[in-house]
């Protein structure tokens, strides 16, 4: 079993920035794709980012390219998403997840953190 805690959501001016962390914990982390979900009010959760084991591989949904950065730190077991140019409409529910596969990342992830909301008014 994996364990997800995610911390740093909050309320920012649009144009401003955060830097979401989710601390993994239960299993060997760096084997693990990890990745980003969000849910805003009134619509489904929507596929953000992934990395793969390594960090070598990232991919993101057009929405936040450009604006958002995932990385991870193996020793740390952590992984972070860096969202900068924040939009009103990035607010959401921020979900950190976990898959044997960056694919299962994007259609079933395997491991759920309990998510962060992210506010980011105009």
């Known amino acids: 079993q994996v364990q997800l805690v995610e911390s740093g959501g909050g309320l920012v001016q649009a144009g401003g920035s955060l830097r979401l962390s989710c601390a993994a914990s239960?299993?060997?982390?760096?084997?693990?794709?990890m990745g980003w979900f969000r849910q805003a009010p009134g619509k489904e959760r929507e596929f953000v980012a992934v990395?793969?084991?390594?960090?070598?591989?990232?991919y993101y949904a057009d929405s936040v390219k450009g604006r958002f950065t995932i990385s991870r730190d193996n020793a740390k077991n952590t992984v972070y998403l860096q969202m900068n140019s924040l939009k009103p409409e990035d607010t959401a529910v921020y979900y950190c997840?976990?898959?044997?596969?960056?694919?299962?990342?994007?259609?079933?992830?395997?491991?759920w953190g309990q998510g962060t909301q992210v506010t980011a008014s105009s």
């Open positions: 239960g299993r060997t982390f760096s084997s693990y794709a």
């Open positions: 997840v976990a898959s044997s596969s960056t694919e299962r990342i994007q259609t079933s992830p395997d491991y």
């Open positions: 990395i793969n084991w390594s960090g070598g591989y990232t």
